[in-house]
């Protein structure tokens, strides 16, 4: 049951951003598209309602109940960022607004905004923990809560392993071809020497 609501969960997520973002633009309802956008966190809401109940009625704690955990960690830590992204190329597209600034691509800039993702999967394990913590307390000794224990080691080895990447755009920042970047993501003027006679 958990598994089916959250395939559930995430095509509604889908759904109602789409139908969010169709009457905002497209229908020229802000009103009733921001209505529906922040319908989205319910859906989260009744996830966890059903895994706790679930567990409650003496089902065994098993890997659908961690993955719920994640998902809705993964929404609270990433789901505004993508709704905003998604908000943006919509305004554009279909609302003739400015087109959306893209993230920076070199030098610091780029390993701020990496560093910004990042901060996303950090609060996402964090909620996943807490909600995993919960619910190996709520089953207590009923039952093996090893699979809830393992899905916490993978929320913070993911955590881990993204953290390292973005650490790479700040130990290596990359640097715009042709030119080398300052820390302000501007490009420093290339100087060309003239040979004597040229």
Excluded at 68 to 92: E, F, M, P, Q
Excluded at 166 to 176: G, N, S, V
Aim: aromatic share 8%; net charge positive; hydrophobic share 45%.
């Amino acid at each position: 049951m958990i598994l089916t609501l959250i395939i559930i969960c995430e095509v509604g997520f889908w759904v109602l951003l789409a139908a969010g973002l169709g009457a905002r633009y497209l229908l020229r309802m802000p009103r009733l598209g921001a209505a529906l956008l922040l319908c989205e966190p319910l859906l989260e809401v009744v996830l966890l309602i059903a895994t706790a109940i679930d567990l409650r009625n003496g089902a065994e704690p098993g890997w659908h109940h961690g993955l719920a955990a994640l998902y809705i960690g993964y929404t609270v830590g990433h789901g505004h960022r993508t709704v905003k992204w998604l908000d943006g190329h919509a305004a554009h597209r279909l609302g003739g607004a400015p087109p959306p600034v893209a993230p920076p691509r070199y030098g610091m800039a780029r390993a701020a905004h990496e560093g910004r993702v990042w901060a996303g999967t950090l609060i996402g394990a964090a909620v996943a923990t807490g909600l995993l913590l919960l619910a190996i307390r709520y089953v207590g000794d009923s039952g093996s809560t090893a699979s809830l224990e393992a899905w916490m080691y993978q929320a913070w080895r993911i955590t881990g392993i993204h953290g390292l990447i973005a650490l790479t755009y700040l130990i290596w920042p990359r640097q715009e071809p042709g030119g080398v970047k300052g820390d302000d993501g501007d490009r420093e003027p290339v100087r060309v020497e003239r040979r004597p006679g040229a």
